[in-house]
């Protein structure tokens, strides 16, 4: 199982970025999809939630109304559009797959990618 964002980079505060994350996963649909990020130092932070069937996206409250998370089933893609950039959302994002059957949990990471927001 690969799971591998795209989309980061450097960007002025403002602006817009949209990161991807693409998951070889069987059974796409089956799966929550998250965004999470971290900055060195700090402690690991949830950024948004799509879930795999019915549900509504959550959102941590610092991204509420800036923050968009979508799923493309057909491409097996999630994405996170990013508006209103500030210093703050520095950090690397990772995007995760998570699946519960029975008493097993699947929960694959990828590997990150770095956003850089900064004039």
């Known amino acids: 199982v690969q799971v591998v964002e795209s989309g980061g980079g450097l ?3 403002g602006g817009s ?3 991807s994350c693409a998951a070889s996963v069987l059974s796409f649909s089956s799966y929550d999809m998250s965004w999470y990020r971290q900055v060195p130092g700090k402690e690991r932070e949830l ?4 879930p795999s069937v019915g549900g509504s996206t959550k959102y941590a409250d610092s991204v509420k ?3 968009s998370i979508s799923r493309d089933t ?3 893609t999630v ?3 990013m508006n209103s950039l500030k210093p703050d959302d ?4 990772y995007c995760t797959a ?3 059957v029975g008493r097993d949990e699947y929960h694959y990471w990828g590997q990150g990618t770095q956003v850089t927001v900064s004039s």
């Open 74 to 76: 057909g491409k097996k």
């Open 47 to 50: 950024v948004a939630t799509i």
């Open 79 to 81: 994405y996170l559009q």
């Open 11 to 13: 960007v002025q505060p």
């Open 90 to 93: 520095t950090a690397v994002y």
């Open 17 to 19: 970025l949209r990161l």
């Open 98 to 100: 998570q699946r519960v």
């Open 65 to 67: 109304g800036r923050f």
